[in-house]
């Protein structure tokens, strides 16, 4: 394949990043969500020929994850070990998450550099020393304002809760350092207004503005209440406030302080893919230390809904975590990473029923794709032993065809490569592929095949191609999201460079018509999306 300029050594690479997650349990559907996203979202780019770099990690410092080890009896990084390696890193891979790195904060090569990044921020006079009091949540990590706080009910009356863990608060006294945030106000306001792109959906973004323009208090970005995290260096007897740390794993995980070529060919990321109860530390707090050091912004801060089951937010807290494992055991690991981005406008709160997937999977995935493969597989073997014919017989039909797929590209390509709209990219193939079942209903392949005259070979030849070619599109536009099926696809239509390999294999040039040649051997393999059993106890 022939290098684009993205590809050249040397040029920036299509940096994406999730959140860095919290390792105080296994994790749920929630973070698989916005983690398959980012997998499917740096595929397509990967696909389009460029360099890519994807990060995710784990969050290991901070109150909530040494109360939580010492709850089980181990040391806190003897429970980050733990998870990581039993829970986190193998969800990833049964999920096929393709990602370049995975960072933990209690890496050497992340508490190091985030000494430096503060240390240098100190010597700026960026940081003071200060006292603070206030609520403070510790499933957030976060002192909350007076304001926010819900008023406990039942077991809870009288308290002040958290509003998103439904949990009381502490009250906090201790003697912190601050960073100047209130400073950085008026230029993150001139940010967004000069790039209304930044903060990613437009409700995310007004949101933020409106919190900024009330003016922004001092950040307490130190902790001397407990030592597990990342110790001051000026004074060991505080840790730097775990979202500080985490914050900079964006940096550390590609170079800061340590490599200076591939942070430069990597930073600042062009897409921080959060959940939109993060939004605040990932539009405010993290561009305004960027801006305190000197270094470049990201690209976009695009914050995800929240997954709903039964009406509340899914989280361990509130009972309401499903195992991703139990979906995929039933549905497969494709279905799965499918359904949450079609079923769900990315950046709107989302509600999951086992009744939508199986009715979605049964109508959109079975019905519709898999049985178009396996009925063009299953012609190509009856009427031409299996050898893919070649077209000669194009019409106006073919034509339509020929227009549906090159309007799928690009529709696709521009929703999910450019704007993030995963549900709408995907209903775009899969509009392509209802065209293509309408196609063969209305030219009847089965009855042409009954007539033998050279001119009604040629018309069956003609139908046969134009659907195993509308497939092969489909193969390259759904490799980013369900990469085992598109690969099983791609090889029944007798393709013999792997899926992705070439050029002509890119999404966005997926629309070109005659990429497959004839005469490639067409095999008839098992179903792409097997008929659903019924699960065990429905």
Known sequence: MAATGKEQQ?????????????????????????????????????????????????????????????????????????????????????????????????????????????QDLYDKGEIYKGEYE????????????????????????????????????????????????????????EHYER??????PESARNEVVNIVRQGLEDL????????WGVKIPWDDKHVIYVWIDALMNYATAVGYGSDQKKFEETFPADVHLVGKDILRFHAVIWPAMLMAQGLPLPGKVAANGWLMVGGEKMSKSNLTGISP????????????RWY?????AFGQDGSFSWEDFSARYTSELANDYGNLASRLAAMVNKYFDGLLPESKADGEAEQAVREGMAKAVAEADRRIGDELDFAGGIAAVFDFIKQVNGYLTEQEPWK??????????????????????????????????????????????????????????RVQDAGAWGLLPAGTRVTKGPALFPRLEEPKGA
């Open 10 to 118: 040397g040029a920036k690479a299509f940096y994406v990043t999730t959140p860095i997650y919290y390792v105080n349990d296994a994790p749920h559907l929630g973070h698989a969500y916005t983690t398959v996203a980012g997998d499917v979202l740096t595929r397509w780019h990967r696909q389009r020929g460029e360099k890519v770099w994807y990060l995710t990690g784990t969050d290991e410092h901070g109150q909530k994850i040494m109360r939580t080890a010492e709850a089980n009896g181990v040391t806190p990084q003897e429970w980050c070990d733990k998870l990581v390696e039993e829970a986190w890193k193998p969800l990833w891979e049964h999920l096929e998450i393709a990602n370049d790195d995975f960072i933990r904060t209690t890496q050497e090569r992340h508490t190091a550099r985030v000494q430096e990044f503060v």
């Open 134 to 189: 206030g609520p403070y949540c510790v499933g957030c990590e976060e002192y909350k304002s007076p304001g926010d706080l819900l008023d406990g009910e039942g077991d809870f009356a009288g308290e002040k809760l958290c509003p998103i863990h439904k949990k009381p608060v502490e009250m906090l006294q201790e003697e912190n350092y601050f960073f100047k945030l209130s400073e950085y106000g008026p230029r993150l306001l």
């Open 195 to 200: 790039h209304p792109e930044f903060i990613q």
């Open 220 to 227: 307490s970005i130190s902790r001397s209440t407990f030592d």
């Open 325 to 336: 494992q139990q979906l995929t055991g039933h549905f497969g690991v494709d279905a799965y």
């Open 340 to 344: 949450f981005l079609r079923a769900i």
């Open 448 to 505: 042409v095949a009954k007539d033998t005259s050279p001119e009604a070979q040629e018309r069956l030849a003609t139908i046969l191609y134009t659907a195993a070619e509308s497939l092969r599109a489909c193969a390259v536009l759904l490799n980013p999201v369900m990469p085992r099926t598109s690969g099983l696809l791609w090889d029944s239509l007798g393709a013999e460079a792997p899926l992705g390999a070439l050029a002509d294999q």
